[in-house]
T-cell receptor
Framework: DTAVSQTPKYLVTQMGNDKSIKCEQN?????MYWYKQDSKKFLKIMFS???????INETVPNRFSPKSPDKAHLNLHINSLELGDSAVYFC?????????????FGPGTRLTVT | AQSVTQLGSHVSVSEGALVLLRCNYS??????LFWYVQYPNQGLQLLLK??????LVKGINGFEAEFKKSETSFHLTKPSAHMSDAAEYFC???????????FGTGTSLTVIP
């Protein structure tokens, strides 16, 4: 009965590779997000999707591309990985369509680029 | 633009003592305010939220927070700290469309036995 799930939980890869992180929510929410948490625990929003449409695209390199096949899924694809991409990536969802503003977070994906 | 300031990146309290984690926000419109807790190697869990109803908000695990508009604050408190409260705590503010969350830089709470 996991609410927001992410796979994989850990991802270790070399510079230059391409990788994807998957996110799924079973809460029926219409809005989903990707956040990056750096080594100092600072959380930065990367993208926000509402009903499969991109509504927030913060200043992130275009090597990062989100894809939302349906409103329950928001995947993150990263091309040409760099050392600085090492971080924990969190997916979240929100019931904005129901007039509620809290966000529910997945367990995170720890990406290590070597 | 909205922003959140959490005073004190590290707070230590003795077990059984009062927990007070500070959060101040800036917002040009009435905000929605949240506190989240992050245990090691886990995601963020919602502790409580303020969405323009009662100014004193009760959350899970015995935590509560009070919205003070005059002070632009939303401090988190718990009367008696427990060892299991040791974690990272984040304050967040949302503008009234809810599309954008602004997180504070977090406060690491240590509970001393």
């Amino acid at each position: 009965d996991t609410a927001v799930s992410q796979t994989p939980k850990y991802l270790v890869t070399q510079m230059g590779n391409d990788k994807s992180i998957k996110c799924e929510q079973n809460l029926g929410h219409d809005t989903m997000y990707w956040y990056k948490q750096d080594s100092k625990k600072f959380l930065k929003i990367m993208f926000s999707y509402n009903n499969k449409e991109l509504i927030i695209n913060e200043t992130v390199p275009n090597r990062f591309s989100p894809k939302s096949p349906d409103k329950a899924h928001l995947n993150l694809h990263i091309n040409s990985l760099e050392l600085g991409d090492s971080a924990v990536y969190f997916c979240a969802s929100s019931p904005l369509g129901q007039g509620k503003y809290e966000q529910y977070f997945g367990p995170g994906t720890r990406l290590t680029v070597t | 633009a909205q922003s959140v300031t959490q005073l004190g990146s590290h707070v230590s309290v003795s077990e059984g003592a009062l927990v007070l984690l500070r959060c101040n926000y800036s917002s040009s419109v009435p905000p929605y305010l949240f506190w989240y807790v992050q245990y090691p190697n886990q995601g963020l869990q919602l502790l409580l939220k303020y969405t323009s109803a009662a100014t004193l908000v009760k959350g899970i695990n015995g935590f509560e927070a009070e919205f003070k508009k005059s002070e632009t604050s939303f401090h988190l408190t718990k009367p008696s700290a427990h060892m299991s409260d040791a974690a990272e705590y984040f304050c967040a503010v949302s503008e009234n469309t809810g599309n954008q969350f602004y997180f504070g830089t977090g406060t690491s709470l240590t509970v001393i036995p």
